[in-house]
Each structure stands twice: as structure tokens, then as C-alpha cells.
């Protein structure tokens, strides 16, 4: 069965049965799918392990001493007895606090001094928390699913940089071509605000999706792993869309920036091959931040399963 199902019949959170997997409580067989990806499979033996370690941890052992009672059973009553001195120990700290409680005044009093009367008897211990934080092992998976989000995000800030100085010359940029072959650009508003907002809208979606991204980095919901990568598609297709006059600056900025690169002396002798390398090397960053976001979707449900 999978962890949905386990988690329903023994009451315990998934990051609480990942919890005990990771401490060596149980083995529960990992089925390789055909996609390369592993999904944990739960047999009913697992599952009856599971509840009598959840009763146990109820009880108040921890896992190290159920691992121990486990491994070595003979050591079981040790284990009890340390655990009897543990509770009594316990059950005296809370009787102390009883009694100190029992003698503060219900008249008006401040919760400071509540909190001074108890400091003396409160135990200095807290509440165990070990089955709500991650081990080391998940921390660890949680960061490699991470890794192809990260990248994407690289990815995606390069293609920001990119867009935003094609879109601003685009729409702010003037052209003066020189008679030698040469060219200066000066900067001046000289087109109107529907030719600006078309010259930086892949620029924006792209920028909508690297934030998408980051908040999806913090926060590990693949909701924003989803809507960056359909903005960043969206960025992409803008370009198909665009007006010609916004799409012919657009291109005329791009074969400046490599007019005299390498790639035009590699090219120049098919100036179809150079118009075709201008053309869809826009794309670039979009295409690889759309492969590593898919990739990251993967990773992040398999973190999940």
C-alpha cells in the first residue's frame, strides 16, 4: 500500500513514517518505476510496526530505545526500567507543579508572575520533537529534489538579463548607423506605451516565472514549480505573438549583439544559418529552464511519495 494509506490507518504524518524508515524502524520495499523514479510500497507487517512503534512513542520511548528494543530484545527490560525511572521522574516534576499551582491566588494576577511562582518547579525539559523534525536523510532528499529548480532558476535569470536589455532598447533605443558599417545608440522615448508593454512582455512573464520559482525553492509547494513553468512557456510563445514592428526591433537589437561575435564568422558564409542562430537563441534559457523545471516536478513528487 502506498504512505496515503499507511498514514490514514495509523494515524501518523507522513514526515513521521518517513521519520522512522530513516532511523532503521522499518524497511519497507522501494518499487523502481518505469520512469526511474521509486515509490515506497508498505506491506501489512510494515504497517503493524508502524502502529506498535506509534503506541510505544505514545507511551513516551523514543526511538532510540524502541530501535534498541527491537535489535536486541533482551535488553528490553532495561529499556522498561530506565523508562519506569524516566516517567517517575517525570510524574514527581508534575506533581510539584501541582502543588505550586494549587497555592497561587485565583485573584487578579499577571501571567509573569504565574510564570515566576511555577519557574522554580517547571522542569527544565521541553516537549520531544523529534517526530515533527527532518532527518538528516530527509533534509538531504529535499535538497537534491531541489538542485534541477535552482538550476532552472540560473537559467531563467540569465534569459532575464537577456529580455530586459532587448526590451528596453527595443522600445527606448535609437539607431544611427554610421558610414563605415558602424553604429551608435542613443537612448530616448520614442515610442508609444502599447509598443513598450509588447517589447517587455517576454521579459515580464519570464520574470513572473523566476519568482514563481523561488517562491517554490522556499517553500517546496509544486502549485509554484507549475505556475513558473507555465509562465515561462508563456514567455516563450509571446514572441510568436508579438507585433511585427516589435518583433523586427527585437530581432535587430539580437543581430547587433552578435554581428560580430564568432558565431557570425562561423556562419557568415550561410547568412540563412546565422538569421536561424539570431532567431531561436532567445529560446535557450527558456528551453533549458522549462527541461530542469519538469525535472524538478519529477524529483519533487518523488519527495512526496
Same mark, same amino acid.
Given at each position: ?21 530513516? $532511523?532503521?524502524?522499518l524497511t519497507p520495499e522501494r518499487v523502481r518505476m518505469y520512469s526511474g523514479r ?9 504497517? !503493524?510496526?508502524?502502529? $506498535?512503534? !506509534? ?30 525511572? !524516566?516517567?517517575? !521522574? ?19 494576577? $499577571?501571567?509573569? *508572575? ?34 534541477? $529548480? ?35 545608440? +542613443? ?44 509562465? +515561462? ?68 513528487? *518523488?519527495?512526496?511519495?
Amino acid at each position: 500500500m502506498r504512505m496515503k494509506e499507511v498514514c490514514e490507518r495509523t494515524g501518523l504524518t507522513d514526515r513521521a513514517v518517513r521519520l522512522y524508515i530513516d $532511523s532503521g524502524l522499518l524497511t519497507p520495499e522501494r518499487v523502481r518505476m518505469y520512469s526511474g523514479r521509486s515509490s515506497i510500497h508498505f506491506s501489512e507487517e510494515d504497517v !503493524a510496526v508502524l502502529d $506498535s512503534v !506509534a503506541v510505544l512513542r505514545k507511551a513516551g520511548f523514543s526511538i532510540a530505545d524502541i530501535k534498541r528494543m527491537m535489535d536486541i530484545p533482551c535488553d528490553i527490560p532495561a529499556v522498561i526500567a530506565a523508562h519506569r525511572r !524516566a516517567l517517575e !521522574a517525570d510524574i514527581a516534576d508534575k506533581k510539584a507543579i501541582l502543588a505550586t499551582l494549587s497555592g497561587v491566588s485565583t485573584a487578579a494576577v $499577571s501571567y509573569t *508572575e504565574v510564570a515566576e511562582i511555577l519557574r522554580a518547579s517547571a522542569p527544565p525539559t521541553t516537549i520531544p520533537k523529534e517526530d515533527h523534525s527532518m532527518s538528516i536523510k530527509e533534509i538531504t532528499r529535499i535538497i537534491k529534489g531541489r538542485i534541477p $529548480s535552482l538550476l532552472a532558476l540560473a537559467a531563467m535569470l540569465f534569459g532575464i538579463e537577456n529580455l530586459l536589455s532587448l526590451g528596453i532598447r527595443a522600445a527606448f533605443a535609437e539607431l544611427t548607423l554610421s558610414s563605415g558599417g558602424g553604429y551608435t545608440i +542613443g537612448y530616448a522615448s520614442i515610442y508609444e506605451p502599447p509598443f513598450v508593454i509588447f517589447a517587455l512582455t517576454p521579459f515580464v512573464l519570464l520574470t513572473a516565472a523566476a519568482v514563481l520559482l523561488l517562491i517554490h525553492i522556499i517553500g517546496g509547494r509544486q502549485k509554484w514549480l507549475i505556475g513558473a513553468l507555465i509562465c +515561462g512557456i508563456l514567455s516563450a510563445a509571446s514572441f510568436f505573438i508579438l507585433p511585427a514592428d516589435v518583433a523586427e526591433r527585437l530581432y535587430l537589437f539580437e543581430f547587433l549583439d552578435y554581428r560580430y561575435s564568432f558565431m557570425h564568422g562561423i556562419l557568415y558564409s550561410t547568412s540563412d544559418g546565422f538569421d536561424l542562430f539570431i532567431k531561436t537563441l532567445k529560446f535557450i534559457p527558456h528551453l533549458i529552464a522549462a527541461a530542469l523545471a519538469v525535472v524538478g516536478l519529477v524529483c519533487e513528487k *518523488e519527495i512526496t511519495e
